[in-house]
């Protein structure tokens, strides 16, 4: 019997990448990673399919992280006694992949993508999506990752997708899915849903307006005075939300009556300090149940729904405002879920690009920020 591959004693610390690739090499010829499935043949099934990275993108250090703690745990449960099946996969479609193509076609938006073609977009996307396989490849091994690379799940497969299907085929039949509303970020560009991952750095500051508006009590001469940074979502208001235990007080201010937060008076003070005249003093669940005209008539509600009235919701606040909050279930995560608790209105007249629809005559087909 011929000696098997000499490999140096590894000393207490070491650190050379000449080291690394002889542990590689030895892993490769003597099929340990293989082994170490095969060898539990008949043990429990520790199943894992790897939550997939994109191919058309490179590797970063947060996927080193994410990858150590992945084989940290398919390594403990081997020691446990388990058979760990390791499944790679490969995410193949979605917003990263398409925005990379179009900024290699030089186009942009969901428009454009049709006038190119779908089919011919689809296909430069498939080919988009493996640019950098091999980076992929190299840093699995650098890492020591096992997983199996051989037959990797890709999700633009059709047996990957026709198993997803018949996943939500069987949730059908036993009731589980439904049809309903969901607050997601959006990009109008696009005209999709994006996830959590695709919006990571996107965010930027930047500067809207925010305005004051009074909206009419019903049957008496008052107004509720609200205050928002996002005024394109005034026509789609069917609520004011108030803190239940909060001070708000009924005020006189030029020439008309007011309701607004006891705390937040300073914002109708005048250049000299006057505070307006305090007529009555109110807690928040004395105007629960109030009612008020809508502000734009644009939208009608539906029947069987709650509308213009006032409810009480628990994310309100004192430090900015009035204290009294517009509600557009339609726009905000919050929102809807009182909306979805009182029963309110669903007021969306935006359009999949960002765009007023005809609802809204004086700025149809205009995109909402500019409107």
Not at 181 to 209: L, R
Request: charged share 25%.
């Amino acid at each position: 019997m011929s000696p098997g591959p000499l490999y140096p004693p590894l000393a207490r610390k070491f650190h050379d990448a000449r080291s690394e690739e002889l542990i590689s090499d030895f892993w490769k010829e003597d099929g340990t990673f293989r082994k170490s499935i095969d060898r539990r043949e008949g043990a429990p099934d520790w199943v894992f399919y790897e939550g997939p990275p994109t191919a058309n993108g490179l590797p970063g250090v947060h996927h080193a992280m994410a990858r150590l703690c992945k084989d940290v745990m398919c390594r403990f449960k081997t020691m446990t006694g388990h058979r760990v099946v390791r499944k790679a996969g490969w995410d193949t479609h979605g917003l990263p992949v398409e925005r990379a193509v179009e900024k290699t076609l030089g186009i942009q938006g969901s428009q454009a993508i049709q006038e190119y073609g779908l089919g011919p977009f689809n296909e430069k996307c498939r080919e988009s999506v493996w640019s950098c396989k091999s980076d992929w490849d190299e840093f699995t091994e650098k890492l020591g990752y096992w997983v199996d690379l051989d037959d990797p799940y890709i999700t633009y497969d059709d047996r990957y997708i026709e198993t997803v299907w018949w996943i939500l085929s069987r949730f059908h039949a036993e009731g589980m899915l439904y049809q309903g509303h969901k607050v997601v970020p959006y990009c109008p560009v696009c005209g999709t849903p994006i996830s959590s991952h695709e919006m990571a750095n996107s965010y930027q500051t930047v500067s809207d307006p925010s305005i004051y508006v009074k909206l009419k009590a019903a049957g008496a001469d008052e107004f509720f005075l609200t205050w928002t940074t996002t005024p394109w979502t005034l026509p789609s208001n069917v609520a004011l939300a108030v803190g239940r235990d909060f001070d708000y007080v009924r005020v006189r201010h030029a020439g008309q009556v007011l309701i607004l937060a006891e705390a937040r008076l300073g914002v109708l003070a005048g250049e000299d300090g006057e505070r307006p005249e305090v007529l009555e003093k109110l807690k928040g669940a004395d105007l629960l149940g109030r009612r008020y005209e809508q502000l734009i008539p644009f939208v009608r509600p539906e029947e069987g729904k709650e509308s213009f009235v006032v409810v009480e919701a628990d994310f309100v606040t004192l430090d900015s405002g009035t204290g009294i909050v517009h509600m557009a279930p339609a726009f905000g995560e919050d929102d809807y879920q009182v909306g979805e608790r009182e029963n309110l209105a669903f007021f969306r007249p935006v359009d999949a690009n960002g765009r007023f629809t005809a609802e809204v005559e004086p700025w149809a087909g205009l995109h909402v920020k500019k409107a």
